[in-house]
């Protein structure tokens, strides 16, 4: 799963880098995780092998507020 969310990430830095935005703040704390459903309903999800029934619904970077647009 872990690979599964930096994957993500990677995919988010390359497309704002594409755009000429360098974000300047990427730490855990500004990558949010959004789940298909509640936190406490994890245990029916399989946590290794297929992906197809994994918990997480989107990936997000946040917090642009030190971002810098590179000319």
């Known amino acids: 799963m872990a690979a599964f969310i930096i994957g993500k990430v ?6 704002i880098h594409s755009i000429d935005i360098i974000h300047r ?8 995780i ?8 994890m245990d029916n999800y399989s ?9 997480i619904k989107n990936v997000k970077i ?5 971002s810098n647009h590179v000319q």
């Open 25 to 32: 703040d990427l730490k855990p704390d500004n990558i949010m």
């Open 62 to 66: 946040i917090d642009f507020g030190l």
């Open 10 to 15: 990677i995919e988010a830095v390359m497309y």
């Open 34 to 41: 959004m789940f298909k459903k509640d936190p406490e309903d």
């Open 47 to 55: 946590l290794e092998g297929d992906f197809s029934n994994k918990p």
